[in-house]
């Protein structure tokens, strides 16, 4: 984005734009998924994750690169929130036996881990425009690959009730949890990954053949730690999980600006990062776990409205930030936003336990 002329502010910008694209894209979805079923939804969700992709390989001007924001999918690869996250977890809950869920929540992570570090590896190629340009070529192809296999899924796919709108009362308990979620996801936006690439750039002057390599092997830990927190949580519970691995993997947010070289900053990246998304899948189970069974794909789509609505903000409020020269400024508010969720969650929630935890 720098290189069709915007300054941090406006990157900040366009990413919030993305992310409150993909927030409300959640809710379409799942209102969608239970009028024309879930495999036209996402097959449509597909066809937007090409056009996006073809907007980004031919864009020469700036608004053409912020029209392909709003259409939700500059971050179709989030496992928390957008048109794909509301559908696969009520798919998901479905199908897991309730004593495999978690596990079933830490391989779905999983999976969108793995996918991710091939394509942060990727991304590092993208050393000039015209390579950027074809990458965003590849990921149209992308997209029209994920709506024929959309197309081709079982009908056992479908809701085997109907879904039903998330009621009232539901919105009412969800709304404190919700609340909790939206400040973690403020931290988060001020720390997103682009914005974490941008500030790398800023600050050490790293380029495309650093950072890809790097959030490469962030992506790969991030994986890798899906599945411990399967296992986890079997153990300790969900809320513990989510919390536990929380807390230290904040306090190595809060060191990363204090980094005097930028392999030191990488190094405390690679250690938060690498405890920091155990939390998803717990979450994710959590979640669907605390809802009849007809509104999960409501549930993901609200709480996810609320996250999205929170993380936008991010991006903005870093950008500004970074165009301020307070470079470090995200990373401490990042830090001590989830500290706090983190202590609230757990005096809050500690006792509450989802459908599938009780029966373990």
Known sequence: MEGHGFNPGAIGLVLTLGLLSAAIGGVVAAGLASRIGRRWTLAGAGLLMAITGADLSLATSPILVALAALTGMLGAANVDFGAYASIEQAALAESAEPRRRNLAFARYSLTGGLAGAAGALVAGSATSIDRGRMLFAGYAVIGLLTAALALRLSPRAEAPVKSAALSRAQIRALTPLSALFAIDAVGGGLVATAVIAYWLHVRFGAGASVLGPAFAGIALLQAASYELSGRLANRIG????????????????????????????????????????????????????????????????????????????????????????????PFYLAGGLKLVYDGTLYLAFRGRRGEHETVR
């Not at 190595?252 to 938060?272: E, N």
């Open 238 to 329: 969900l809320i513990r999980t989510m919390v536990f691995t929380h807390v230290p993997s904040n306090l190595f947010l809060l060191l990363v600006p204090l980094s005097p070289t930028l392999p030191w900053a990488i190094g405390l990246l690679l250690a938060r990062f690498s405890l920091s998304q155990m939390d998803v899948p717990a979450r994710q189970a959590f979640v669907v776990s605390i809802v009849p069974p007809a509104e999960r794909a409501g549930a993901v789509a609200f709480t996810g409205l609320v996250r999205g609505l929170g993380q936008a903000a991010g991006p903005l409020l870093a950008g500004a930030a970074i165009q301020g020269a307070a470079l470090g400024l």
